[in-house]
């Protein structure tokens, strides 16, 4: 079965640094897909970025980066410069390869997620 | 545009009383999701469906309903209300189930039972 294992329940920064949050996959398929969302605390879920199994290079949109580690199945989240509009909760997800009506049911699984507070 | 819609977004509810969550999207998308996230936990599926007519359970189904008589409707029915359905409900839908796509949430609903 997939899993997804975020180890890090709290993690604290301060503005304009670094910080990688952790994400650890468990899956014996060869083909699938990882996602990172943010959950500030107004609620909603904001998709982040995306890596592909096969994809032959980490992941980057903007301030956001993903280190992406096959053989080790991590794929951590980097985030450059924080600001401190990214106090959030981080979730990592994986699309679920359960086949059902000709094709994947593509539900994600995620993890218990990372809360990050980002300091002046 | 307005993407994923999901209404109402509070709810207080006495056990043994039913609901429906209503969910919508106008992005003609065929995939769809009902997701519960209990405190400090990630989110976990309830039903999905894959188009209009086509629903099927996730991974905690007891206690919930749906029908997908459309593309852009979802809804989530509640029966009989216990304690332990109180959570923030959100729905999600695709365009399709591999490569770069994401899934776009809606704003969520609140769910209180008491």
């Known amino acids: 079965a997939q899993k997804i294992t975020q180890t890090q329940p709290g993690m604290f920064v301060q503005e304009k640094e670094a910080v990688t949050l952790d994400c650890t996959y468990d899956t014996s398929d060869p083909s699938y897909g990882l996602f990172w969302y943010k959950q500030p605390s107004s609620g909603e879920m904001i998709f982040l970025i995306y890596q592909g199994s096969y994809d032959q290079q980490n992941a980057t949109e903007g301030r956001y980066s993903l280190n992406f580690q096959k053989a080790r199945k991590s794929a951590n989240l980097v985030i450059s410069a924080s600001q401190l509009g990214d106090s959030a909760m981080y979730f990592c997800a994986m699309r679920d390869l359960l086949m059902n009506y000709g094709g994947s049911q593509g539900n994600l699984i995620f993890g218990k997620g990372t809360k990050l507070s980002v300091k002046p | 545009n307005a993407g994923v819609t999901q209404t109402p977004k509070f709810r207080i509810l006495k056990i043994g009383q039913s609901m429906t969550l209503q969910c919508t999207q106008d992005?003609?998308?065929?995939?769809m999701y009902w997701y519960r996230q209990d405190p400090g936990m990630g989110l976990k599926l309830i039903y999905y469906?894959?188009?209009?007519?086509?629903?099927d359970k996730g991974e905690v189904p007891n206690g919930y309903n749906v029908s997908r008589s459309t593309t852009e409707d979802f809804p989530l029915r509640l029966e009989l209300a216990a304690p332990s359905q109180t959570s923030v409900y959100f729905c999600a839908s695709s365009p399709r189930t591999s490569g770069n796509v994401e899934q776009y949430f809606g704003p969520g609903t609140r769910l209180t039972v008491t």
């Open positions: 992005m003609n998308h065929n995939y």
């Open positions: 469906s894959v188009g209009a007519g086509i629903t």
